[in-house]
């Protein structure tokens, strides 16, 4: 079987073009809304963060996770990025040079709430007693059974 027949599958790992083109566009989108230079008024008062660009494998369609600063993005804020997608496309055509301009789908970034949930689960006294080293242990060792 060859490789390319290989990576057909849906659990393929992105190749380093994928890779290299999604980080290309994320660029690309932060630039353009750092800077405010959407006609969206909501947008362009949001302070938004592009987190992740996922490239399918033809690179035609591209996954953008987005997140409000500190926070997961809400509904607004994904139907104002849905509404100023082709004007988005244009930029990111402007500064990525592909032979086809990408379709963006954007996407609620969950990564931050699922960081914070944990880390407050570890946080919990109970949880924190059974990770401390038992009376005797140093960190890493294990006891020996007899």
Do not use: C, N, W
Not at 58 to 70: I, P
């Amino acid at each position: 079987m060859s490789k390319r027949a290989e990576r057909k599958g849906a659990e393929a790992a992105p190749s380093q073009r994928q890779l290299r083109v999604a980080e290309e566009i994320r660029h690309a989108l932060a630039a353009v809304l750092a800077r405010g230079d959407v006609r969206d008024p909501e947008l362009a008062a949001a302070r938004v963060t592009v987190t992740e660009v996922r490239a399918s494998p033809d690179l035609k369609h591209m996954t953008v996770f987005v997140s409000r600063l500190g926070q997961t993005a809400d509904k607004e804020l994904l139907e104002a990025l849905k509404r100023s997608q082709p004007y988005l496309r244009t930029q990111v055509a402007k500064a990525v040079r592909l032979r086809v301009a990408p379709e963006l789908h954007f996407q609620a970034d969950t990564a931050l709430d699922h960081a914070m949930r944990i880390d407050a689960l570890m946080r919990r006294p109970e949880v924190a007693r059974d990770l401390r080293p038992a009376d005797g242990e140093e960190a890493g060792e294990e006891k020996e059974q007899p």
